[in-house]
């Protein structure tokens, strides 16, 4: 069974740089042919998908935060790391990790989530 377990700091302020793990556990990130997506929910919003680290290191991004986003993974911890810079109050959310499946937009497993609050 394939855990997610996201983690962080909650609270930063503006302009600094969210940064957020999601730690796998149950299988590896390098397992092929899936992808480990970051995926945020507004307070009042719907789900948006900000980017993905593939089984074999390539990162794509959204286009609207690509500008803004590093996704990156270290092997030997099993996990995917999410960097946002430059954040407003428009970036709080709950971020979720979660897995997908190359030539899918579908994600099969998911973190809990974890808050990501931008506040002076």
């Known amino acids: 069974q394939v855990q997610l377990q996201e983690s962080g700091p909650g609270l930063v302020k503006p302009s600094q740089t969210l940064s957020l793990t999601c730690t796998v556990s149950?299988?590896?990130?390098?397992?092929?042919?899936?992808?480990w997506s970051w995926i945020r929910q507004p307070p009042g919003k719907g789900l948006e998908w900000m980017g993905a680290?593939?089984?074999?290191?390539?990162?794509f991004y959204s286009p609207s935060l690509k500008s803004r986003t590093s996704i990156s993974r270290d092997t030997s911890k099993n996990h995917v790391t999410l960097q946002l810079t430059s954040v407003t109050p428009e970036d709080t959310a709950v971020y979720y990790c979660a897995r997908g499946r190359v030539g899918s937009d579908e994600h099969d497993y998911w973190g809990q989530g974890t808050q990501g609050t931008v506040s002076s």
């Open positions: 149950g299988g590896s990130i390098t397992t092929n042919y899936y992808y």
């Open positions: 680290i593939s089984y074999s290191g390539i990162a």
